[in-house]
């Protein structure tokens, strides 16, 4: 164990870019230390140095959430430079280009499932078993989870899956006093999105407004903690 006990740790999925690196960057003005886990290192060391931690106080894993085994690797990573978990991000997602169903490959359908649903909750049982009262695991949707698009029938059924296990898992796991709460965000400008004509990037959600969110669920009393927080940008980013 690397660090003093009191300190709170949080692991981040995905932290190398967009929405995962804007929550890291706040965890880390508030102290906490983190687990950074995401498939690119050359992102991650970034992350790190946007977050100003010493090596004692981070810990960069890289895996790919669409293994089976990577849950359970990526805890014992966390347990032996750590051996605690206060708060868990699964902010990772993935998503191939909108393709209609009947031509969408099968391997694409396997990772989307496994990384948007199954890696989700392979980490909140492992997260579960190991956090104290007053732990929190936040689980980043989207609102395709309520409204899916054209091309998008096996991602919005990922997202709708994992909504739903976040209500269950609310249910179970408030009386050990761990807060569980699923992000649903818009439209947020990241560079998963690619370029659009159709897109007003400056109508777009920015990442900074889901970190805030996610801080709004770890700063909340367990007993007001919201189950579902939907984000929605303040005007419409599609052009006409």
Partial sequence: MN??????VALITGAGRG???AIATELARRSFSLCL???SHDQLEETRRLCGLEPSRSLIVLID????????????AIDGHFGRIDVLINNAGWAPPRTPLKRLPYDDIARVI????????????????????GGAIVNLASAAAHSAGHGEAVYAAA????VTFTHAAFKELRSLGIKTSAIIPGLVD??????????????MLQPADVAQAVMNVIDAPAHLCPVEISLEPQRDPMRG
Wanted: aromatic letters at 2%; a positive charge.
């Fill in 3 to 8: 660090q003093p006990g009191n300190n709170r």
């Fill in 159 to 162: 997202k709708a899956g994992l």
């Fill in 65 to 76: 959430l669409a293994q089976a085994d990577a849950p359970q690797a990526l805890f014992g």
């Fill in 19 to 21: 929405i995962g690196r």
């Fill in 114 to 133: 496994a990384v948007n649903l199954h890696a989700p909750i392979a980490l909140a049982r492992l997260a579960a078993s190991r956090m104290e009262t």
């Fill in 190 to 203: 990241t560079d998963l999105i690619p370029p659009n004509k159709r897109l007003d990037r400056t109508a």
């Fill in 37 to 39: 886990a995401a498939r």
